[in-house]
C-alpha cells in the first residue's frame, strides 16, 4: 500500500492554517476533538501572519518611526536623516517578527496536539478528502472546516505579467525601494502599504476610482486621513482609472484616464480581495459558493452540506482577521455540539494609516441608507490634552446613538491609536451600553481614550 492510498480518520479536518483556521483546530482540540489542519504551505497563520497583517504592520511601525523622527524637528529635537538598511529590516520583519510569531503558532499546535499536514486538499464527498502534494493521504472526517481565506484581485487587462507589478504579497517582501511608485486602489490596502514606501523614500501616486479615500468609510474619518496623503504622497487621483499599464523593462508606463501618460519604476495593484474556493471539489459536496466565490454560512458557521462549516475570508466581507478567529471559535463549539453562534454585533475596523482610522457597529451613513433616525456625538481632539500633548490634534472622536434609549450603536475614530481605542467601542456596542454609561466611567487623564467619555458627555448636554 502507498501512502496516497492510506484512509486517516479524524473528528474535524481543517482545509486553510490562517487565523481562522488555526483558531477552529485550537479550540476543537481543547474540546477533546481529533482536528487535523490541511495546509498548502505546511505552515500556521495564513496570509496574516506571513504576507499580510503583520509584516504590513510591521513595516507601518518603521514608518511611523520615521514619521515620529521628521515632527520631533519641530520640537526642537532633530536626530538627521535616517538611513535605511533594506536587508537589515527585512531580516527583522521576517524572522524577528513574522518567523517568531510562526514558530510560536507551531509550537501551540503541538501542545494541543494538532497535527499539520502539508498539500492541497480537495474534497470528494461530504466524507472525505484526498491531500495532494508532499504529503498525499485522503482523510475522512466526521465534519470539515473550510478556511482557505482570499486573494489579492488583479484588475482585468492590467494584470500584465512583470516583476515591476505588484501585489500586496510582493510589496511587504520589499524587493526594493522605488523611485516612482503607483498604488492602483485608494483602500486600506493602498494606503497602508502606500505609507511605508511614502516613508522609506517612494514618490507615491494613488490612483482611486471612487471619488474619495477608504470608500465606504464614514467620511468624517477619512477627512484627517486624505489631508495627511495629500502631504504625504506625490499625487492622489479621485474618480480617476488606470486605462493600461506597459513595462518596457525599465519603467512601467502608465495611461490614467484624461491625463498624459506617466512613468514608474513599480506599480501596486491593491484593489481588493476575493473569495478563494476554487479549485477544493466542493461540487462533490452540497456546498455552493456564489458568483463572487463567497461560501454562504448561516449563525453556525454551517454550509448547506451539515457536515462542512466555514470560516473567514471565503465567507465573505469583513475581511478581517478577527472575524476570522471568532468564526473560527463558533464553528469548532458547534461541531462539539455547544450552544455556539456567530451574533457579534460589533466587528471592528482598524486602517493602520497615519493618523489611524478605526470604527465597529453603525456608521452614520448606513443609519441614513436604512432610513434610520441616530443622534451623534463627535469630539474634536483639538480639545484633547493628550492629543496637544503629542502634537497630534487632527483627530476626531464619534458616537452613533440611538435617540430613545441613548444605547450606543457605533462607533468611529480617526487619530493615532485609534486602533487601540476602538476596543471601548466595541465593548460598549457588543454590551448594548448607553452614552451615559460611558460618560460616567471616569477614565484617566490625560488620553486619548477620554474622548469617548467627551463625545459621550456632549450627548447629555
Not at 518603521?62 to 538598511?85: H, M, Q
Not at 492602483?184 to 493602498?190: A, L, N, P, V, W
Not at 480639545?383 to 458616537?399: E, H, M, Y
Request: charged share 25%.
Amino acid at each position: 500500500m502507498v501512502m496516497g492510498d492510506l484512509v486517516r480518520e479524524v473528528d474535524v479536518v481543517v482545509v486553510g492554517g490562517g487565523p481562522g483556521g488555526y483558531s477552529a483546530a485550537f479550540r476543537a482540540a481543547e474540546l477533546g476533538l481529533d482536528a487535523v489542519v490541511v495546509d498548502a504551505g505546511k505552515r500556521l497563520g495564513g496570509v496574516c501572519l506571513h504576507e499580510g497583517c503583520i509584516p504590513s504592520k510591521a513595516l507601518l511601525h518603521v514608518a511611523g518611526l520615521i514619521s515620529e523622527a521628521e515632527r520631533a524637528r519641530e520640537l526642537g529635537v532633530d536626530f538627521g536623516e535616517p538611513r535605511i538598511a533594506l536587508d537589515a529590516l527585512r531580516t527583522w520583519k521576517t524572522e524577528r517578527v513574522v518567523g517568531r510569531l510562526a514558530r510560536g503558532l507551531a509550537a501551540v499546535a503541538k501542545g494541543k496536539g494538532v497535527d499539520v499536514v502539508g498539500g492541497r486538499a480537495v474534497f470528494e464527498s461530504s466524507r472525505g478528502l484526498r491531500v495532494e502534494g508532499d504529503e498525499p493521504q485522503k482523510i475522512r472526517f466526521a465534519h470539515a472546516i473550510v478556511a482557505t481565506g482570499s486573494r489579492p484581485v488583479m484588475l482585468p487587462g492590467l494584470a500584465a505579467r512583470s516583476e515591476r507589478i505588484m501585489d500586496s504579497t510582493a510589496a511587504v517582501e520589499l524587493p526594493d525601494v522605488p523611485e516612482r511608485l503607483l498604488v492602483i486602489g485608494g483602500g486600506y490596502i493602498g494606503l497602508e502599504l502606500g505609507t511605508v514606501y511614502a516613508a522609506l523614500g517612494s514618490l507615491v501616486t494613488v490612483v482611486e476610482m471612487m471619488d474619495g479615500l477608504l470608500p465606504g468609510v464614514d467620511r468624517d474619518l477619512v477627512q484627517p486621513l486624505a489631508r495627511r496623503v495629500e502631504k504625504l504622497f506625490a499625487g492622489v487621483h479621485l474618480g480617476a482609472r488606470v486605462a493600461g499599464l506597459v513595462d518596457s523593462g525599465a519603467v512601467v508606463e502608465a495611461r490614467i484616464e484624461g491625463q498624459a501618460a506617466q512613468v514608474f519604476d513599480r506599480v501596486l495593484m491593491a484593489v481588493g480581495r476575493r473569495a478563494q474556493s476554487d479549485g477544493l471539489g466542493l461540487e462533490t459536496t452540497r456546498v455552493r459558493p456564489d458568483a463572487h466565490g463567497v461560501i454562504p454560512v448561516d449563525d453556525r458557521c454551517r454550509t448547506e452540506d451539515p457536515r462542512i462549516y466555514a470560516v473567514g475570508d471565503v465567507t465573505g466581507e469583513p475581511m478581517l482577521a478577527h472575524r476570522a478567529m471568532r468564526q473560527g471559535k463558533v464553528a469548532a463549539e458547534a461541531i462539539a455540539g455547544r450552544p455556539a453562534a456567530f451574533d457579534n454585533r460589533a466587528v471592528p475596523a482598524v486602517v493602520f494609516t497615519d493618523p489611524e482610522v478605526a470604527w465597529c457597529g453603525l456608521t452614520e451613513h448606513e443609519a441614513q441608507a436604512a432610513g434610520r433616525e441616530v443622534r451623534i456625538g463627535k469630539f474634536a481632539w483639538a480639545a484633547s490634552g493628550r492629543a496637544a500633548t503629542l502634537g497630534r490634534s487632527d483627530g476626531l472622536t464619534k458616537l452613533v446613538i440611538d435617540p430613545a434609549s441613548g444605547r450606543v450603536l457605533g462607533v468611529g475614530i480617526v487619530g493615532p491609536g485609534a486602533g487601540e481605542l476602538i476596543a471601548e467601542g466595541a465593548l460598549a456596542v457588543e454590551n448594548a451600553l448607553l452614552a451615559e454609561d460611558v460618560a460616567a466611567t471616569i477614565h484617566a487623564h490625560p488620553t486619548l481614550s477620554e474622548s469617548l467619555m467627551e463625545a459621550a458627555e456632549s450627548l447629555l448636554r
